[in-house]
């Protein structure tokens, strides 16, 4: 693997390229920061190591929440940025950096209508499941629910709108000025020749650091044997450049987990779950309020005996699960097993019928005495699990991690020694520090495409005001100042 490294500016070649804003990075972010730059008029290269953009967003259920959006005021939903902030930051613990999270939140709505509007993507909010920690119907998602389909249309506009992409290409060495500017970059090209490249702003827009084992065991440890399930290029680029830089670090810890089918990887929606799906482990107990989060669930799961445990749901649940592409996906996989009786499910399992059956009988005597359970989640009467049933086993895993660079409410990269902004840097997405505080537990549904996308157009308009740039209209996400 190519060394990352960041070095003088005199240093540097003679740049044979040049751009007012280079984006590294087309994912979500960068192609967000390269839409918004493009419409503050400035130049835009996105370079790209995949030969094509794909990135950590193709790989979600392309679930984007917006606060006081049309959309949400076409069905009656009364939201605002306020209370989306403050979801955060009760989900988070009141850990996660109030104010990023408050230019997410304010950010959130404008972005998604400027995406619409501006740029031609459609949506529709999902109202029928409320996930955990959410306090309104506020996902944003497009016509297919899938990130593949967020991912190809935000490359369509970007490129609609002028943004030159390089593919198969690495950026690997950030040249700087004595006053921290980067105006020059070094690319590896797929032919293992080297580019300089010139430019008036960056954008860092390279994704966590999930693809890193070695950074996982350091940071993340309780995740250190999960499965990895997002972008392998997701290795911790801008990260290794910001400890060079001396640049400020946060919530390293911080991470989205989920549970995957055992055998495919294939993440299961939490809708089964929220619908009044359960899990039991391999001596059919309960071990968790699966509501608390699917992200810090599946941290339980691993600690579960084999690392894998089992969703278990009924046919009611399934029929909106039917709504999503990944769950149709699971089913066509093979892993659901079916059960007519309890009896019948606890031997497909091979877990132990009393068990089972007690978890059972215990979920309905707390509904009919109108309490929680010994977890603390609380069943209604309606998502009392009924024959047929369904079952699968899943494995925890890592889908992308939440911790980063520390950035300002406009997303310029920020210093480690005072907190002050680095003249001409930008980040956003996985890259920059999140939304979600230390740990697994402060993951709001969410919160990754949230930073992505609001982060990443928050990264764009600072990149193009540093190259000279003034953006045409003003937009509610972090201070203009």
């Not at 495919?264 to 071990?287: A, D």
């Not at 579960?304 to 592409?325: I, M, W």
């Not at 497909?348 to 707390?366: H, K, N, R, T, W």
Request: with cysteine; aromatic share 6%.
């Amino acid at each position: 693997m190519q060394q990352l490294s960041v070095k003088s500016i005199e240093e540097a070649g003679t740049p044979v390229r040049q751009a007012d804003v280079v984006v590294i990075g087309a994912g979500a972010c960068g192609l967000a920061a390269a839409l918004e730059a493009r419409d503050a008029g400035a130049g835009v290269l996105v370079i790209e190591q995949d030969d094509q953009a794909r990135g950590t967003t193709s790989m979600t259920w392309g679930m984007l929440p917006g606060a006081g959006t049309r959309y949400q005021r076409a069905l009656g939903i009364d939201d605002t940025p306020e209370r989306y902030a403050a979801d955060i930051m009760k989900k988070s613990g009141n850990r996660a950096d109030p104010a990023i999270v408050g230019a997410v939140a304010r950010g959130s709505g404008p972005a998604i209508e400027w995406l619409s509007d501006r740029h031609g993507l459609a949506f529709q909010l999902l109202d029928d499941v409320l996930y955990p920690g959410h306090s309104r119907h506020r996902y944003h998602v497009p016509l297919s629910r899938t990130g593949a389909e967020l991912q190809q249309r935000l490359l369509d506009a970007a490129r609609r709108a002028g943004a030159d992409f390089l593919f198969r290409a690495r950026i690997t060495t950030l040249y700087r000025d004595a006053d921290d500017s980067v105006k020059v970059v070094g690319c590896r090209l797929p032919d293992g020749g080297e580019q300089i490249i010139a430019c008036a702003a960056l954008v860092l827009a390279t994704g966590g650091y999930g693809g890193n084992p070695d950074t996982i065991r350091a940071h993340i440890p309780a995740m250190a044997d999960a499965a990895y399930c997002g972008h392998d290029g997701s290795r911790g680029d801008a990260l290794a450049w910001g400890r060079d830089m001396d640049a400020a670090l946060g919530d390293l810890g911080g991470y989205q987990g989920h549970c995957v089918v055992d055998e495919s990887r294939l993440p299961l929606t939490w809708t089964l779950v929220i619908e009044g799906g359960i899990q039991v482990n391999h001596l059919g107990h309960r071990f968790s309020n699966e509501m608390s989060g699917y992200s810090e669930q599946a941290a339980a799961v691993l600690r579960q005996p084999g690392g894998t445990a089992f969703t278990v749901y009924d046919e009611r649940s399934e029929r909106l699960a039917l709504r999503y592409a990944d769950y149709r996906q699971v089913q066509e996989s093979g892993a659901i097993q079916h059960a007519d009786s309890i009896q019948a499910l606890a031997q497909v399992l091979s877990v132990p019928y009393d068990a089972l059956a007690s978890v059972f009988d215990g979920i309905e005597q707390c509904v009919r005495e109108g309490r929680p359970d010994a977890f603390g989640r609380r069943f209604r009467a309606d998502q009392l699990l009924r024959p047929p049933y369904r079952a699968v086993r899943l494995r925890g895993a890592l889908f992308h991690t939440q911790g980063g660079l520390c950035v300002d409410e406009r997303a310029r990269l920020l210093r480690a020694a005072d907190g002050s902004a680095f003249p001409n840097v930008c980040v956003g997405g996985g890259a920059a520090r999140g939304i979600s505080g230390p740990d697994a537990s402060g993951y709001l549904g969410g919160n990754g495409l949230a930073t992505a996308v609001v982060l990443g157009r928050l990264a764009g308009d600072s990149a193009a005001r540093a190259a000279g740039f003034m953006a045409c209209t003003e937009f509610t996400g972090g201070s203009n100042a």
